[in-house]
């Protein structure tokens, strides 16, 4: 398509706004249009704790009772 055969974005069907006016109607309308955007792109998966990088930062293991339990996986 050539840019003439295109139908414009934004109509003004009343009024005569001038430059700034127009220039806030688009930046609302691109906000609106993006925040639509971003709510519906799914949500990022949750990262496994056998994945997490952070796990493998823990305090160090001290022996005694129940030790074990610490050298596990958070909870």
């Given at each position: 398509m050539t840019e003439q055969n295109q139908r414009p974005v934004l109509?003004?069907?009343?009024?005569?706004?001038?430059?700034?006016?127009?220039?806030?109607l688009?930046?609302?309308?691109a906000g609106l249009s993006l925040?639509?955007?971003?709510a519906a792109e799914p949500?990022?998966?949750e990262r496994s704790l056998w994945a997490d990088?952070?796990?493998r930062m823990r305090r160090p293991l001290h022996p005694g009772p129940r030790?074990?339990?610490a050298s596990a996986l958070p909870r």
């Open positions: 109509r003004v069907v009343r009024g005569t706004p001038d430059d700034v006016e127009l220039a806030a688009t930046a609302v309308v925040a639509a955007g971003a949500a990022a998966k990088p952070a796990a030790a074990w339990r």
